[in-house]
């Protein structure tokens, strides 16, 4: 079955200190993975996805993500947290039978204090 | 920025009730969705359509959810009745092209509650 697993209900992180949001995925035929971030009561936004290519895909304010195909993971990252940058993180994997559907991971809530 | 509108973003409703939910997509947009997410867990596809035929509703509990898409535009996902277990964030969102190409824009979403 296709689906993706977001292993760390939250992750907490000091402003200025790199960050990493974890992401592993099960699909068949190749994947294709995004990363959307959701402020509350508020939609969700696209961030960077990865369809082909560079393993390291960079995408809005600041975030990459790294394919790695092996671990079939994905995980978000940032180089430097900013208090802004709270909010909840949601992979999600193109689905292989409707390739206009995504299947998003339980989500992670990302908390940077100051 | 062009956005996917919604009303309400918020609804309370009594269990037995109906509730509609109204979604407008952006300009030129054919594939509107219609996804459910309960608190705490990811969104998950109900209804998918392009222009105004449904693509995919597998997901879509059709005793009482019913959706339509009028000429093909804005669109109308409702419940009837109501239950306890629909609480939940009901987003929209649009695509211009495949979500490999373009990706989705989703709109603020409706906050329902069932009491």
């Known amino acids: 079955a296709q689906s993706v697993a977001q292993p760390e209900d939250q992750v907490n992180v000091a402003e200025g200190n790199p960050l990493t949001v974890k992401c592993t995925y099960s699909v068949s035929g190749n994947p294709y993975l995004f990363w959307y971030v959701q402020y509350p009561n508020r939609g969700l936004q696209f961030l960077l996805k990865y369809i082909t290519g560079d393993n390291l895909v960079k995408g809005s304010y600041g975030f990459e993500a790294e394919f790695n195909k092996s671990q079939t993971s994905f995980h978000l990252k940032k180089p430097s947290a900013l208090v802004s940058d709270s909010a909840l993180y949601f992979c999600a994997v193109r689905d292989s039978f409707n390739t206009d559907k995504l299947i998003f991971g339980t989500g992670t809530r990302l908390q940077v204090f100051p | 920025e062009a956005e996917v509108a919604q009303s309400p973003r918020y609804k309370i409703t009594e269990k037995s009730q109906a509730v509609a939910f109204w979604c407008d997509p952006i300009?030129?947009?054919?594939?509107l969705y219609w996804y459910r997410q309960i608190l705490g867990q990811g969104p998950e596809l109900l209804v998918q359509f392009q222009d105004e035929s449904v693509v995919d509703d597998s997901q879509l509990p059709k005793d009482r959810f019913s959706a339509e898409r009028l000429k093909g535009v804005d669109s109308t996902l409702k419940i009837q009745p109501a239950e306890l277990g629909d609480s939940a964030m009901y987003l929209c969102?649009?695509?211009?092209?495949?979500?490999?190409?373009?990706?989705?824009?989703f709109g603020s979403g409706t906050r329902l509650t069932v009491v």
């Open positions: 969102a649009s695509s211009l092209a495949t979500v490999s190409r373009s990706g989705y824009t």
């Open positions: 300009s030129g947009h054919a594939t």
